[in-house]
């Protein structure tokens, strides 16, 4: 059997089918980790509770490997083992992963431009500027190598900025308010 970790799965599931592993293969990647990268940021609990997702190659021994796969995963790591379709499993990962990724590096990007000194930033600088400390090697092959779904993830934040910024501009306090409250709303959901 054999699996990968990486962020992106269909040029792996591609690559892996083109190369005759359907029957051996079973893509994963779990969500686990920070912006630190190298033997430097391993832990030993770095995948307890974490997810995983495994992508099977759509045969039934394939079927089977993403099994075992999964089997390893929640044994080994103690993760939780999700099993998605590839294109699902980058799609979800370019809004759930890949955008917050871009919005912190776009907000660091802007922040440096600024010329600001480090005391400048309280805890919510630093917080949602902390992914922007990860490798950019890393990220941009993860950017270009899931393209579309990144590109209309980002768009669809830069329409949501530009609503603030129309909202601000108009001094429309109501529809601050209401979208500030939708975000938080939201936000306060993914602790649940």
Same mark, same amino acid.
């Given at each position: 059997m054999l699996s990968d970790v990486a962020s992106i799965k269909v040029p792996v599931m591609q690559r892996a089918h083109a190369a005759g592993l359907d029957a051996r293969f079973a893509g994963a990647h779990p969500l686990a980790g920070t912006h630190g990268s190298g033997f430097g940021a391993a832990r030993p609990d770095l995948f307890r509770g974490a997810v995983v997702y495994v992508c099977p190659t759509g045969t039934l021994e394939g079927d089977t490997v993403a099994r075992s796969i999964a089997s390893f995963w929640k044994q080994v790591g103690e993760a939780q083992p999700v099993t998605i379709d590839a294109a699902a499993h980058d799609t979800q990962l370019a809004w759930t992963s890949h955008l917050p990724q871009a919005v912190s590096s776009a907000l660091a990007e802007a922040l440096g431009a600024r010329a600001l000194g480090g005391v400048s930033f309280g &805890?919510?600088?630093? $917080? !949602? !500027?902390? /992914?922007? *400390?990860? $490798? &950019? $090697? /890393?990220? *941009?092959?993860?950017? /270009? *190598?899931? *393209?579309? &779904?990144?590109?209309d993830a980002l768009g669809h934040a830069g329409d949501a900025l530009q609503q603030l910024r129309t909202l601000i501009a108009a001094g429309d306090a109501a529809g601050v308010k209401a979208f500030l409250a939708r975000g938080a709303a939201f936000r306060r959901g993914i602790d649940r």
């Open positions: &805890p919510g600088g630093r $917080d !949602t !500027t902390r /992914l922007a *400390a990860s $490798d &950019p $090697d /890393l990220w *941009a092959e993860i950017f /270009l *190598a899931n *393209a579309g &779904p990144v590109a």
